[in-house]
């Protein structure tokens, strides 16, 4: 079965979830052009969900993808957030923050039986997952409707895992990729490899279709892609500077200048490894930093020194999400990025 039987689309082409960057806006754009929009729910509580699901069944009728994370939330670490917070002790100097009124608090929370329940009143077409799978009660309780389910896989062992848990198709996330990397087996970033060497291993690997994530920006890409094995292409990226995404003005400027060809893996953000443009803060304390608590909570701290910082049009401690090719991104219309994606999957037929 080829993916665009198995999800309900025209095109084999998969607009990537983007947390923070992102909101149904971009999501219909690319289901109306025949792809498969994605909204990003990681950082959404249960009503705005709602509302944001609302606007999708409003505006298109195309299968579409809700995408959630489904980590483990940590033990908080008190001495490990004092060091946190020490690192960073020069910045709330600098910036006048007093590191003592900055709550503790998790910024994402994880895929659950609440958000279950609002998608149980829209029923996705699609569900996916970063950092593997919920609890197996969650995934069968999606299923029930009828949804896809899909998950980032990036070693050939954790595209197993997925396969054996039950997942319709397996996204293999390069290590160009932008955002968070989904790895969940280990936390070796060793482990990481690039998006067509990782492809054709996964491809010889598992028998569910398997779609190309990372690096992968223009219809060349989507080519070279399909020729080793792919269903389909998830890409990111390239859509930032469209219309219909929500990405910041500094984000964006961020995007067409040339600190966007040097990016970096950093736990800096949120504790986790995830690509963004090398800024300030990561070129300070170093990408990876072992005194950054784990993920997410390493998002409270430097919260307000992003907050500060960007009140003043600095983006030294904003996390600038963008894969390691930003060669794609091009203030194009979400559809007409879509079709030009699309004649890259077209040429391999």
């Given at each position: ?8 689309i025209d095109l084999p082409i998969i607009q ?88 503790v608090g998790p910024g994402r929370i994880p ?239």
């Amino acid at each position: 079965m080829s993916l665009q039987q198995l999800l309900a689309i025209d095109l084999p082409i998969i607009q990537a979830p983007m947390a923070g960057v992102q909101g149904s806006a971009l999501a219909v754009a690319v289901c109306n052009a025949g792809g498969l929009g994605s909204l990003p729910c990681a950082m959404l509580g249960v009503e705005a969900m709602r509302k944001e699901l609302a606007a999708i069944k409003a505006q298109t009728s195309r299968p579409y993808n809700v995408n959630f994370f489904c980590h483990r939330l940590p033990e908080p670490d008190a001495g490990r957030e004092a060091a946190w917070r020490a690192a960073l002790g020069p910045h709330f100097g600098e910036y006048g923050i007093d590191p003592g009124s900055i709550p503790v608090g998790p910024g994402r929370i994880p895929f659950s039986s609440e958000a279950a329940e609002v998608l149980e009143e829209f029923k996705p077409p699609v569900v996916s997952f970063h950092f593997g799978l919920p609890p197996a009660e969650l995934v069968e309780r999606v299923k029930r409707w009828g949804a896809k389910v899909l998950s980032s896989a990036t070693t050939v062992e954790e595209a197993r895992w997925l396969e054996a848990h039950g997942v319709d198709a397996v996204i293999a996330q390069g290590v160009e990729a932008g955002g968070h990397r989904g790895m969940f087996l280990s936390e070796d970033i060793s482990t990481q490899v690039g998006s067509f060497a990782l492809l054709p291993q996964v491809a010889r690997a598992v028998k569910v279709p398997v779609i190309a994530a990372g690096g992968i920006a223009d219809a060349k890409g989507v080519a070279a892609a399909m020729a080793l094995g792919a269903a389909g292409v998830q890409v990111g990226t390239a859509f930032l500077l469209c219309p219909e995404a929500a990405t910041t003005p500094l984000h964006r400027a961020a995007l067409k200048s040339e600190a966007a060809h040097v990016t970096a893996l950093t736990n800096l953000f949120t504790g986790r490894p995830a690509r963004g443009i090398v800024n300030r803060v990561m070129r300070e304390l170093g990408p990876i930093s072992t005194a950054a608590p784990a993920f997410p909570l390493a998002t409270s701290a430097i919260a307000p020194l992003r907050a500060k910082a960007e009140s003043l049009g600095q983006t030294g401690f904003t996390p600038l999400w963008a894969g390691q090719n930003t060669s794609g991104c091009k203030e194009v219309s979400a559809a007409l990025l879509v079709q030009e994606l699309a004649q890259g999957a077209q040429a391999t037929r």
